[in-house]
């Protein structure tokens, strides 16, 4: 299991969010390429890159993401308001390795396995959940549609992976919610990239062996609660 650094973007800086909440910054950082190059210069060989600027309705952040992709030749996955075909096409053009949709995927299913199908093992579905419902429109709603249901709608979907983000440890530094995470993990049918909560490598082992493929990792990486590249156990797959 790969630990996967967060670069989110807010007012096209690097921030670091509790809860996903606006104004709520841990860390403020202004330079998103500079913030990408510090994590692969202690080892991470994959960015979780975020435009939380797109997701809220602002101008987004997808040319120095594509930036990042092309001057660093590193794997990446990118998030935040996408809602589209065209720039799903842009940024898989772009090199892009995985792209993740959310609230429109949730919403739309048949919408999310038409991008699934157009561009196999590249498309993300970011099923973010609280209290046990699944979160959208920036966590601020609960979806309709159950997490079971979900699970049978992406059945047999050609999807890279489910990022599933637990809100309700996120940017609490307080640890993953184990049972949840086995619980998700087990059930889903996808490969899954887990989120929220890591705060030790204790967390970090436990989210590996209920079988997720990678942990996105953003203030505990920030704030240097953990520090991967200084672990025994390797934070690349």
């Known amino acids: 299991m790969r630990i996967i650094p967060a670069v989110d973007v807010l007012d096209h800086q690097v921030v670091q969010l509790v809860g996903g909440k606006p104004g709520s910054q841990q860390v403020v950082m202004p330079d998103p390429l500079k913030v990408a190059g510090m994590w692969l210069e202690k080892g991470a060989d994959y960015l979780h890159l975020v435009d939380l600027d797109a997701a809220f309705g602002k101008p987004n952040n997808l040319e120095v993401f594509k930036q990042i992709t092309k001057e660093y030749g590193v794997p990446t996955e990118i998030g935040g308001g996408i809602r589209d075909a065209a720039t799903i096409d842009d940024l898989v053009s772009a090199g892009v390795d995985r792209i ?17 199908d157009r561009h196999p093992g590249r498309i993300v579905l970011s099923m973010d959940t609280k209290q046990g419902r699944i979160a959208i429109k920036g966590w601020q709603e609960s979806a309709q ?28 530094r307080k640890g ?49 609660v953990i520090r991967p590249w200084e672990w025994e156990m390797p934070w690349k797959a």
């Open 100 to 116: 993740i949709v959310g609230t429109k995927a949730v919403k739309e299913p048949e919408w999310l396995i038409e991008m699934a």
């Open 145 to 172: 549609i159950t997490v079971e249901d979900m699970f049978d709608r992406i059945r047999g979907v050609p999807l890279a992976a489910v990022l599933n983000t637990n809100v309700d440890v996120e940017g609490q």
């Open 176 to 224: 993953i919610d184990e049972a949840q995470a086995k619980d998700f993990i087990g059930r889903c049918p996808c490969k899954v990239i887990a989120s929220g909560g890591v705060t030790s490598q204790e967390d970090a082992c436990k989210l590996s062996s209920a079988g997720a493929e990678g942990a996105v990792v953003g203030l505990a990486l920030y704030t240097e």
